[in-house]
């Protein structure tokens, strides 16, 4: 886990249900600071509610981390996550 806690907290099955379809889990850099941005983009893309907005595959999913763990955009783009703002 990445912040060291799940993305929702339910009581039941349904409720965690409700909330996964809902949406909005918190993006990790609020609950760890030091959280990459670039991260957060990815994970939002990983738990995107509607398959369309996912990453094609896990290969994709894990070239796009690769690439941000050594400080290239290219693979972000394959993943559907933005490349960071240059500037």
Same mark, same amino acid.
């Given at each position: 886990?990445?912040?060291? $806690? $799940?993305?929702?907290?339910?009581? *039941?099955? *349904?409720?965690?249900?409700?909330?996964?379809?809902?949406?909005?889990? +918190?993006?990790? !850099?609020?609950?760890?600071?030091?959280?990459? +941005?670039? $991260?957060?983009?990815?994970?939002?893309?990983?738990?995107?509610?509607?398959?369309?907005?996912?990453?094609?595959?896990?290969?994709?999913?894990?070239? @796009?981390?690769?690439?941000?763990? !050594?400080?290239? !955009? !290219?693979?972000?783009?394959? @993943?559907?996550?933005?490349? +960071?703002?240059?500037?």
């Amino acid at each position: 886990l990445l912040t060291g $806690r $799940r993305p929702f907290e339910a009581a *039941s099955m *349904s409720e965690l249900g409700w909330k996964i379809m809902a949406g909005g889990a +918190p993006a990790p !850099s609020t609950l760890v600071p030091d959280v990459d +941005p670039r $991260r957060d983009a990815l994970v939002a893309r990983a738990m995107a509610v509607d398959p369309a907005g996912r990453p094609p595959t896990a290969r994709h999913l894990a070239e @796009a981390l690769r690439a941000i763990i !050594s400080g290239s !955009s !290219s693979g972000l783009a394959a @993943a559907g996550a933005p490349a +960071p703002a240059s500037g």
